[in-house]
């Protein structure tokens, strides 16, 4: 069954270091998005992605994040200059549709900053 | 600001019991309504998905929305331990950027 696939599992940084977030969404899906799930909080809408081009964005998703869809199977987040409060579980979804259709998730990578 | 409302719970019901969650989202706009279930730790995982009035059924759960009243819900029927998790209601408009509630944590007592 197909499903989307997220590496690193775990990642360990030091505040002020960059990271990149790493998504191989399903293969023939066109949406792509990212969320956050701070531990024993809500799960928080980042961004989405569509055609090569950010869609939609949250407050959250301020000039500390960008994505990118570097080639054709990639998607990825990356974080700035990461703050301690960015640690948390970092979920990539992608989906076929933008109507009518769910949204699958990839397994998360636990973001550590330290 | 685009709301969406859930009893963090915990709820707690007796094995073979109906669990009965609840949702309600300020966004008039919205359209498409998906329910969630995440383990401790996990992804969050689909359970069903509904965009029309009324109910619908799948297998042991049954998802009722209610649009005039802004309201969502999830029925789970003859409950069982396994069921035991956080579930996320979750709402999109006609834009792409599907919002989660905060989750309404289950517990299914043998």
């Known amino acids: 069954e197909p499903e989307v696939t997220q590496t690193p599992s775990h990642q360990v940084t030091q505040m002020g270091q960059e990271v990149i977030l790493r998504c191989v969404p399903i293969?023939?899906?066109?949406?792509f998005y990212w969320y956050r799930q701070i531990l024993g909080q809500k799960v928080e809408f980042l961004v989405s992605?569509?055609?090569?081009?950010?869609?939609?964005k949250s407050e959250i998703f301020d000039d500390q994040f960008s994505v990118e869809r570097p080639d054709g199977s990639n998607f990825t987040l990356k974080i700035r200059s990461t703050k301690l409060e960015d640690s948390a579980m970092y979920f990539c979804?992608?989906?076929?549709?933008?109507?009518?259709?769910?949204?699958?998730f990839g397994q998360g990578t636990r973001l550590t900053v330290v | 600001q685009k709301e969406v409302e859930q009893n963090s719970g915990p709820l707690s019901v007796p094995e073979g019991a109906i669990a009965s969650l609840n949702c309600t989202y300020s966004?008039?706009?919205?359209?498409?309504f998906f329910w969630y279930r995440q383990y401790s730790g996990k992804s969050p995982e689909l359970i069903m998905f509904?965009?029309?009035?009324g109910d619908k059924e799948d297998g042991r759960f049954t998802a009722q929305l209610n649009k005039a009243s802004q309201y969502v819900s999830l029925l789970i029927r003859d409950s069982q331990p396994s069921d035991s998790a956080t579930y996320l209601c979750a709402v999109t408009a006609n834009n792409n950027d599907m919002r989660f509630g905060a989750g309404t944590r289950l517990t299914v007592k043998p």
């Open positions: 992605f569509y055609n090569n081009e950010i869609s939609e």
């Open positions: 966004d008039r706009g919205s359209q498409s």
């Open positions: 293969s023939n899906h066109l949406y």
């Open positions: 509904i965009y029309s009035n």
């Open positions: 979804a992608s989906s076929e549709l933008i109507e009518d259709t769910e949204a699958f």
